[in-house]
């Protein structure tokens, strides 16, 4: 049996490192950082680090694996209600729970989150963001609410318009403060989304 004191010392190593290497991303930028400012920072020694990473590219690659994996759990137990949403018409604009979730997640982790986005984080991460967003809730899913045989133009061209403007937003938020709630950039995200540009900026009722 696993000791139990074993494994919370194991996830306090791990947040440690976590918070450590967003501190640093700020600081100085993810290129510039080495093994040694981490383990400095989260006050642990090189071995500590090397039993659960590779190297720093290792440590970013899980830590962005753990989002990634994080926010498709919450698509797929919100699958049923985004559908449903989207069948009925009564309410197009309420904010569906999935949007909400997905923003109160990124509300937690908005630390990790906005260094990554930011300028001086992972720029590869926004690519990888943008496929896993689209395979999660377009791509090869027999559940996906929006079918490609739908579509009015090439679907690289949407996925990329889409990803990138959700990305966008998210960024936005993210750098301003996050001085709107989960629940209002769920509102706003979901106007944006559904509803479309021209819609949102009133020119389109």
Known sequence: ???????????????????????????????????????????????TFYAHYQDKFDLMTKCEEKIMLDMSKITKQNFPSVIAALETDSQPLAPFSLTVSLSEYLNINSGFM??????????SFQTRLKEFMWETLYGNNPNAFIKEENFLVPGQYLASYMGTAIIGVIQQWLESGRKESPQEMARILTTITVNGPYFAAGLKK
């Open 114 to 123: 906005k260094a990554v986005l930011g300028p001086k984080g992972d720029l």
């Open 1 to 47: 049996m696993r000791d139990i004191n074993t494994d919370l010392r194991v996830v306090r190593t791990k947040e440690s490192i976590r918070h450590a290497l967003v501190e640093l991303i700020n600081e100085k930028g993810f290129e510039a950082i080495t093994v040694k400012d981490i383990t400095t920072r989260a006050k642990i020694n090189r071995g």
